[in-house]
Antibody, heavy 122, light 107 residues
């Protein structure tokens, strides 16, 4: 089974830092790009793409809302994806999903993990 | 940034009825549009990619159409498990963007 499983979400104060992890299994990790997508909690809150990294890690892409504060990385020897989040703001509060690129395209997401909740609050 | 606008925000239908969901882009995305389904408490799932291609394991009652700026997801006959929120997403340019979602609820 293809699976991705996030961890690392927690309550953090504004201005603080947090590192999310995503463990992948059931597929050849080095063949796929990976992404983070977030969703603010609450009914009716939409999806926001955060960041994407290529299969080899050489190319990274960020949403303007996180550029300069978040860093995506991967360790292909550990089948793991990471998101280092610095200078956190209230508006970064969200469920963060790890997603593999789909079989059809680098920039579609399939499958997704179950998400990890990041709460930024004092 | 390409803005995707989904309509309606909520669609109230009965099982067995046909659902038609719209996604409009602020500029052309060619055919590079996907649809996802999200059920409460679950992660999104890819349904349709590149406008009209069903993802692996997606039933034939789901179909997509459109081009450039106007796209449609059709569910030919709603099953109980289809009541969910649906999002469109474009991949023609960075940043990747999603629409705001359409909730398909039981009437």
């Amino acid at each position: 089974d293809v699976q991705v499983l996030e961890s690392g979400g927690s309550l953090v104060q504004p201005g603080g830092s947090l590192r999310l992890s995503c463990a992948a299994s059931g597929f050849i990790f080095t063949n796929f790009g990976m992404s983070w997508v977030r969703q603010a909690p609450g009914i009716g809150r939409g999806l926001e793409w955060v960041s994407t990294i290529s299969s080899g890690g050489g190319s990274t892409y960020y949403a303007d809302s996180v550029k300069g504060r978040f860093t995506i990385s991967r360790d292909n020897s550990k089948n793991s994806l990471y998101l280092q989040m610095n200078s956190l703001r209230d508006e970064d509060t969200a469920i963060y999903y790890c997603a593999r690129q789909s079989d059809s395209s680098f920039t579609y997401f399939d499958p997704w993990g179950q998400g990890t909740l990041v709460t930024v609050s004092s | 940034e390409i803005v995707l606008t989904q309509s309606p925000a909520t669609l109230s239908l009965s099982p067995g009825e046909r659902a038609t969901l719209s996604c409009r882009a602020s500029q052309s995305v060619s055919s590079y549009l996907a649809w996802y389904q999200q059920k409460p408490g679950q992660a999104p799932r890819l349904l349709i990619y590149d406008t009209s291609n069903r993802a692996t394991g997606i039933p034939a009652r789901f179909s997509g159409s459109g081009s450039a700026t106007d796209f449609t997801l059709t569910i030919s006959s709603l099953e109980p498990e289809d009541f969910a929120v649906y999002y469109c997403q474009q991949r023609i340019t960075w940043p990747l963007t999603f629409g705001g979602g359409t909730k398909v609820e039981i009437k």
